[in-house]
């Protein structure tokens, strides 16, 4: 029986793909694992790459890959990759980012099967941009200290996607808001946590990529913003009082740097304008 699924979504990644599948189909773990693969109508060589590994590697066997006929939306090629996870833990990692240690999933699913009062374990990643390596930042204490998802809200996901590992919820449904926001991992993560700890583990076992392909790398810096009041706007209703305190001083940041963005020559109308969208924006605020 599949203990755990690793959830991988994937358009375009021709240059990572292999790395990104076969640091997964290495790991050793005294339990079942699948990897399931969600690939977006990539136009480049990704299809033929993932086909390849099915066909040669020795773990092929593990993967359940689905190549979208058309192309479903980032957002869409998510929520159907996660739907497919049978696990009673699901593990991220996206076609871009890769797992470094061959017993990542091991250790992490060894602290979730020993502390039910923990949802969601994590751990340190680096990052790698333009050929350097560098430790993902983490805000203190939360590199050593058990945390809730508040802290996420608060400091903006400092979870590196490709190192998380999460308890599956029974019933494990999505529902209506979640489809419509712009950031599934830290939409995913209020879901899933259900008030209980978070944990991030010391060993560094993943790497995160940063590069021009990615999903948000040409957005324009409004736009941005616009994918932020979204966000927390729509996951507002099902915050907590303690997070719904800090969606309202976000909303507030987020509506401000519209304003600065929309009118960058005159202080005044920079005034101005973020009344307006406050009185627009009143019911959060």
């Keep these: 029986m599949v203990l755990v699924s690793v959830c991988m979504i994937t358009f375009n990644h021709e240059n990572y793909i292999r790395e990104a599948i076969e640091s997964i189909l290495k790991q050793k773990a005294n339990f079942e694992f699948e990897l399931i693969i969600s690939n977006d109508n990539s136009n480049d060589n990704s299809h033929n790459i993932i086909q390849d590994i099915i066909s040669t590697n020795v773990n092929g066997d593990l993967i ?44 992490q699913v060894d602290f979730l099967e020993a502390n039910n009062d923990f949802n969601i374990c994590f751990h340190r990643a680096n990052t790698l941009q333009n050929g350097e390596f560098k430790l993902h930042d983490i805000p203190k204490p939360f590199d050593n200290e058990a945390f809730h998802y508040l802290e996420l809200l608060r400091h903006y996901n400092f979870i590196s996607t490709a190192s998380v590992v999460f308890r599956k919820p029974d019933n494990f449904k999505l529902p209506d808001w979640f ?3 712009s950031f599934g991992d830290l939409g995913l ?11 991030c583990l010391e060993d560094v076992m993943s790497v995160y990529r940063i590069h021009n392909e990615g999903i948000f790398s040409g957005l324009n810096p409004l736009k941005v913003q616009q994918n932020y009041l979204g966000f927390y706007k ?6 907590n009082n303690e997070e719904q305190e800090v969606g ?36 959060y605020i």
């Design 234 to 239: 729509t996951i507002f209703s099902v915050l």
């Design 189 to 199: 993560y209020k879901l899933v946590s259900e008030e209980k700890k978070i944990k």
């Design 64 to 107: 359940n890959y689905t190549n979208h006929e058309s192309n479903q939306g980032m957002m869409s090629n998510f929520i159907f990759s996660l739907q497919k996870c049978k696990g009673k833990y699901i593990a991220l990692c996206e076609g871009d980012d890769y797992w470094t240690d061959p017993l990542k999933l091991q250790k």
């Design 179 to 181: 489809y419509s926001i």
């Design 248 to 283: 309202r001083l976000k909303i507030k940041q987020v509506l401000s740097k519209i304003a600065n963005l929309k009118q960058p020559n005159s202080l005044l109308k920079q005034k101005l304008y973020f009344y307006m969208l406050r009185m627009r924006n009143r019911v």
